[in-house]
Each structure stands twice: as C-alpha cells, then as structure tokens.
T-cell receptor
Framework: DTGVSQNPRHKITKRGQNVTFRCDPI?????LYWYRQTLGQGPEFLTY????????KSRLLSDRFSAERPKGSFSTLEIQRTEQGDSAMYLC??????????????????FGEGSWLTVV | GENVEQHPSTLSVQEGDSAVIKCTYS??????FPWYKQELGKRPQLIID?????GEKKDQRIAVTLNKTAKHFSLHITETQPEDSAVYFC??????FGAGTRLTVKP
C-alpha cells in the first residue's frame, strides 16, 4: 500500500457532461475526505465518510455533486452537468480514527495526488 | 462551521532568517493541529502536527506552538532555505483549511 490513490489524474470535459472521480484510501483507514482546490486557494472541504456513512457534507456542495463510499473502502465523487466553475483539483484524503501504528497516532490526514478537472 | 484564519497571507524572508505563520480558529473542541506544505502542482504534505495536550513540538528546523486558550497555533521555521518556499496551510482538526501563506525564501 503506497498511499491514497486517485484516478483519473486529469480530466477534460465539455460543459454539461458528467464526470466521476475515484479514490482508494490507505487500507485500514476508516475516514475518507473530499476537497476541492482552485489556484491560489486552500483545499475546500466538500464531504467526509466514516466507513460507508457520509457524516458531513459542505453547504457549498450543490445538488450536482454526489459522493459515495458503498463498501467503506474506495469512494467516488460524481459531478453532474458540469459547469466551467467546477474546474479545479479534486483532492481525496484518508485518515484512521483509531491509532494502529505508533508512527500514525490517528487523525493524520494523508492526501492523494489529486484529480484535475478542466471544463471547457 | 469552523472559522480558520491564517496570517500573513504572504511572507518573504532572506535565506537563513526565521519565518512564523499564525493560525487562529474558532472551534474550541478542536484537538488536532496540523500544518501542511504544498508546492506548486502537488498535493499538500503534512510537515508537523500537534495535539491539544501538548504546547509545543519541534522537528529539526520546524516547530509548532499551540495556545488553546487563545485558540491559535503557529508554525515556526528557522534557518530558512530556498526549498522551504511553498504555500503553507493550517487545518485545525484536520478538515477545514486556512487560506494559506505563500512563503518565499530569497537566496
């Protein structure tokens, strides 16, 4: 296990199309997070899961955005009817709420490489 | 929701000088205080973190100090080097991020 994995890394889509991103967290991490980041800004929290339960969702997340984590492992983030304003990097991250490793005493959030979305 | 503010938004120092970035937060229940470094086009990387039962933590040239009463924590970088140039983010409780501080270290 080499860390949080995201794909695709880059996606160019036409306005109005749907896109889906996938995130595979670090194994045994029960928490998974999605963020959006645009140039010059900090990561903006979108939603997070503990196992398969979606515990929090940002008010900034419009109805066109949906995230799932059906089996408590990988997660998908779907954007429907994309708009140019959706162009950003979508970051996934994971953490373990229960410390299992001495060097990772819980709560530390590890990020994936991100998925760049360009809506044209 | 949590309000997170970072200051300054940009910081330019001479190589070898120290840099300090401050983060204030509003949620008194926060108990985990990380700092992330992000280089252009890359993911945020954790550089140091502290938990609420500790007031200070140091790792070589980097330190974090926490004042829970005043609800702020700070990142301290000593003997700065050009490779420290990046954007630094605080994220109290690990979920809400500050807007970032762009640090430039001039050789």
């Amino acid at each position: 296990d080499t860390g949080v994995s995201q794909n695709p890394r880059h996606k160019i889509t036409k306005r109005g199309q749907n896109v889906t991103f996938r995130c595979d967290p670090i194994s045994e991490h029960n928490r998974l997070y999605w963020y959006r980041q645009t140039l010059g800004q900090g990561p903006e929290f979108l939603t997070y899961f503990q196992n398969e339960a979606q515990l929090e969702k940002s008010r900034l997340l419009s109805d066109r955005f949906s995230a799932e984590r059906p089996k408590g492992s990988f997660s998908t983030l779907e954007i429907q009817r994309t708009e140019q304003g959706d162009s950003a990097m979508y970051l996934c991250a994971s953490s373990g709420s229960v410390p299992k490793l001495l060097q990772d005493p819980g709560n530390t959030i590890y990020f994936g490489e991100g998925s760049w979305l360009t809506v044209v | 929701g949590e309000n997170v503010e970072q200051h300054p938004s940009t910081l330019s120092v001479q190589e070898g000088d120290s840099a300090v970035i401050k983060c204030t937060y509003s949620d008194s229940a926060s108990n985990y205080f990380p700092w992330y470094k992000q280089e252009l086009g890359k993911r945020p990387q954790l550089i140091i973190d502290i938990r609420s039962n500790v007031g200070e933590k140091k790792d070589q040239r980097i330190a974090v100090t926490l004042n829970k009463t005043a609800k702020h924590f700070s990142l301290h970088i000593t003997e700065t080097q050009p490779e420290d140039s990046a954007v630094y983010f605080c994220a109290p409780s690990g979920m809400r991020f500050g807007a970032g501080t762009r640090l430039t270290v001039k050789p």
